[in-house]
């Protein structure tokens, strides 16, 4: 008999570390942010589809938010200069990817189609 406690849906989460273009008044900034999905999903498939939704919506804006603070940092997709999926880093200093459920349903829909 299965625990209501367990999620049914098997899901992932990949710490993302990305370098971003740099802007005028900054230098090249590193930004951790972890991103949690509703499936599994390899790092190898992710880094793949997250470069090609990178590719496919380079205008978005997406949100990075704390967990512990709530700060918001909005961030355009065409500012990632490159991405690496992290295996662990010190938590403190992360942000979690606010997607709404467009972004997260079309985020989704890339990386199905670059993980087939």
């Not at 951790?32 to 999905?37: G, I, P, S």
């Not at 978005?60 to 991405?83: A, C, H, R, S, Y």
Request: net charge positive.
């Amino acid at each position: 008999m299965e625990s209501s406690r367990i999620p049914a849906t098997p899901y992932s989460k990949h710490i993302v570390c990305i370098n971003k273009k740099k802007q005028v008044h900054e230098s090249r900034a590193q930004i951790y942010f972890l991103v949690e999905l509703p499936m599994n999903c390899s790092a190898e498939k992710f880094a793949l589809g997250f470069n090609a939704w990178i590719k496919k919506e380079p205008a978005l804006q997406v949100i990075l938010k704390t967990k512990k603070t709530g700060n918001l940092k909005p961030l355009f997709l065409e500012d990632i200069q490159e991405i690496r999926v992290m295996k662990k880093i010190n938590k403190e200093n992360i942000y979690v990817l606010e997607l709404t459920k467009p972004q997260q349903s079309r985020f989704i829909q890339t990386l199905l189609e670059v993980a087939n």
